[in-house]
């Protein structure tokens, strides 16, 4: 199946339509060449039956010569047919009306056969007598006229000539017509297979070469056979994907650049930030007692410091993602209760409606499932409408947490670029407290919970009635699993 969506997309595939092509192209040849030779061979044959037949009927008439008294009597008519008659040709003589006794019977002698024969011309007509193809084949006797030159004696000799032998020939041709296009449909359907198996085969190389591509495996090359168009394509192939190589491996290189460079630098930033919390610190105890502008200033100081640390610490956790050493430390966790303590930690259990039932318990990583929460919870106070709300909720294998909001949701080019990095859907506010990585962080947090064969999942949504909603998805491991250790 998979073989036929590649080469057609459809259920015609290149296979087939090759081999229909060419049944068609032998059929068309052989039906042409066949039907034509059949035709003619079978025109030479009853032409030559013909001209055989009438010339035996001249010459046995011209034996006849001289021709006695007319009108003839009738035993001289019965012996003209006998004279003239053979075992598998039987003749009749006409005289003015009168006819020898024996002969084929009136009703194959046509009324324009007759007329060409009274006329003095020697006719033959074709016809069918008893289920037997045969020959009418009639001419006129002549006598000699007194200044010696032939004249019409009237007398009419009508023969008719079997033309079963022919018809069984022309029957052997046919059978030998029909062999043949037969043998011709088999080689060009041999012949078919053979191009198309030549032709698809670097085909069916060429998409094996491009699945394993389209998979990642960029030193995928192809075998250059020959040099016709397949071998033009294979190399346009080779060189395109060696060109994408060098340039995948250049961004991978320095996507790797730009990775370890924030890391370098937020890991550097953390010293001389932990001294400034602690000048931010000293300020806003002293803020208040400082004069306007200075206050302010204090203040402003302090805040911007606070974001910064929250800017620093968010790209260090993203730079632990893009390394691979983001692990888990499971605990069994009662998530109802943790879930409250996001919330008062935060100042933010009047602003939220929650439904949390008891008693629902799972292994998970309390820091992470804290840091979902306070990104969801506050992107939904902050952009959001109230009521902001938490429900919680079982399945056989999962825990699912809602966070929703009563605003005016997200707009549909949104949706898909919610979790991006660095992604705010209000361009007009870069000068936003949001680092643009909150949501970005919990979407990787929540897939870092994962087993065999599960991952958590994050995804965001618009409410029938309004607002948006954020789904989180968590595997429920068992209450007391195997000590599987680390990042499962």
């Given amino acids: 199946m998979n073989r036929w969506r590649w080469l057609g997309g459809r259920a015609w595939g290149l296979r087939v ?18 039907g034509s030779g059949y ?113 019409a004696s009237g007398l009419e000799i009508y023969r008719l000539h079997s033309l079963l032998a022919e018809e069984r020939s022309i ?12 043998l011709s449909l088999v080689f060009a359907v041999l012949l078919a297979s053979l191009a198309a198996r030549s032709v698809l085969r670097p085909v069916r190389e060429l998409g094996r070469a491009a699945r394993r591509l389209g998979e990642g495996n960029l030193a995928s090359r192809l075998t250059i056979r020959g040099s016709d168009e397949l071998a033009d394509l294979a190399r346009t192939f080779n060189d395109t994907a060696g060109t994408l190589e060098r340039y995948v491996g250049e961004l991978r290189r320095m996507e790797s650049d730009a990775r ?32 306007g502008d200075a206050g302010r200033a204090a203040r402003l100081v302090s805040q911007e410091t606070q974001n910064l640390t929250r800017l620093v610490n968010d790209l260090i956790e993203v730079s632990r993602f893009d390394s691979g050493t983001a692990a888990l430390a499971l605990d ?19 602003e939220v409606e929650t439904e949390l039932p008891t008693g629902v318990t799972a292994r998970l990583d309390p820091r992470r499932l804290d840091v979902i929460l306070a990104n969801l919870v506050g992107n939904a106070l902050r952009h959001g409408a109230p009521p902001v709300s938490v429900r919680l909720h079982t399945e056989p ?25 660095f992604y705010k859907a209000d361009t007009a506010r870069n000068r936003s407290t949001g680092s643009g990585l ?25 409410q029938p009635a309004g607002g948006a909603v954020f789904t989180l998805r968590l595997p429920r491991w068992s209450a007391d699993p195997p000590d599987e250790g680390g990042d499962r």
Avoid at 17 to 34: D, M, Q, S
Avoid at 265 to 288: C, F, I, N, Q, Y
Avoid at 400 to 416: R, S
Avoid at 444 to 451: F, K, Q
């Fill in 438 to 462: 909150g949501l970005a962080i919990a979407w990787e947090n929540a897939r870092l919970h994962h087993d065999a064969e599960r991952h958590g999942s994050l995804v965001a949504a618009n």
């Fill in 17 to 34: 339509r090759l081999l229909v092509a060419f049944v068609l192209l032998g059929l068309t040849t052989a039906a042409a060449v066949a």
């Fill in 171 to 182: 029957d052997q041709l046919a059978v030998m017509a029909w062999l043949t296009g037969g």
């Fill in 39 to 151: 035709v003619q061979a079978r025109d030479v044959i009853l032409r030559k039956a013909q001209d055989a037949a009438v010339v035996a009927l001249v010459g046995q008439a011209d034996k006849l010569f001289p021709v006695g008294n007319l009108p003839p009597a009738q035993n001289e008519l019965d012996g003209f047919a006998e004279a003239l008659s053979t075992r598998d040709e039987s003749t009749v003589v006409l005289y003015q009306g009168r006819r020898s006794a024996i002969g084929p019977p009136p009703e194959l002698l046509s009324p324009d056969l007759r007329q060409a024969v009274r006329g003095g011309r020697v006719v033959w007509q074709r016809v069918s007598y008893r289920g037997t193809p045969s020959l009418v084949i009639g001419t006129q006797l002549m006598r000699t006229g007194p200044d010696g030159t032939p004249v």
């Fill in 260 to 291: 370890r460079f924030v890391a370098d630098v937020s890991h550097e930033l953390r010293t001389p930030l932990a001294a400034m919390t602690a000048v931010t610190d000293v300020l806003d105890e002293e803020a208040a007692q400082l004069p």
């Fill in 332 to 350: 069994p966790v009662d998530v109802a209760t943790a879930v409250t303590a996001t919330l008062r930690a935060r100042g933010w259990s009047d």
């Fill in 397 to 421: 294998d999962w825990i699912v947490l809602a966070v929703a909001d009563h605003g005016p949701g997200l707009d549909a080019e949104v949706l898909p670029q919610v979790f991006d990095r």
